[in-house]
């Protein structure tokens, strides 16, 4: 099983969107996959039109004690509306779980936890986590063995991408094997001064982690996600699908690189 996970300390760059084309584009192919909605918004949720307000149960109560098994796992475990895709969800009580955490132990490897009692269950498991460093965060970043990292190409967001990289090199100082993590350029355009001189930049700073798919502009994600569908199940053949393929097929040849070294 695989677990990765998307992360950026800023908001509106494609997190949600990344997680859900490639879980459809991971299950068209017939792997089986687990989302993990760790951002209190619920935007990935609301996605496949579960109600965050209105959950009984979410991964919120993976929190809740701090004993997790296999059992308790998969009754927090929905099947969405995509063949082969199922949804840990969040729940709005989320948002209170940052106030309560704070200086209790263990709760930064609840998630990682719960999805090793899933090991049999599931190929890939993609987490989709919040804007905003904390314990949400630290969980996703401590349970997954790959971290994706999408970037709008645009000046102000290489600011919050530096912070993002700090985040990662210091997760890397506490962690045993070091966490690998790829950038993903989102909403290029390439008619504009600064998308194009904005990737540029990010080759020349990030040029061992940049992914060479780059994410267009795509009107097409919206009315997906108006539809509540993934994008490769309503527009298999548009230019942001084909992206986000790109981007699967080099995670994937990674992978069985990382795999054949040991
Ligand atoms: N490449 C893209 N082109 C056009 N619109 C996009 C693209 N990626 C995402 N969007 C849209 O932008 C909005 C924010 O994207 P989202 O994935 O929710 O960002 P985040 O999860 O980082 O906040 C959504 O309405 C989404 O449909
Ligand atoms: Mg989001």
Partial sequence: MQVWAVANQKGGVGKTTTVVTLAGLLADVGYKVL????????????????????LEHSVYDLFEQLQV?????????????????????ASTALATLERRAVGKEGMGLQVAKALATQKQSYD???????????????????????????????????????RMVRTIEMVNRARRNKLEYTIIPTFYDRRTQASVSSLRELHKRYEDNISTA???????FRNASLKGLVPSSMDAGSRGVHAYAKLLRNLLEQRREGQANG
């Fill in 124 to 162: 890939f498991v993609l987490i989709d986590s919040p804007p905003v460093l904390g314990v949400l965060m630290v969980n996703a970043l401590a349970a997954c063995n790959h971290l994706l990292v999408p970037v709008q190409t645009e000046f102000l967001a290489l600011k919050g991408l530096q």
């Fill in 69 to 89: 098994d296999e059992k308790r796992t998969k009754s927090l475990i929905l099947p969405s509306s995509q063949p082969g895709i199922d949804l840990m969800p």
């Fill in 214 to 220: 780059v994410v267009p502009v795509d009107t097409k």
């Fill in 35 to 54: 989302l993990v909605d760790l951002d209190p918004h619920g935007s990935l949720t609301s996605y496949f039109r579960f109600d965050p307000d209105e």
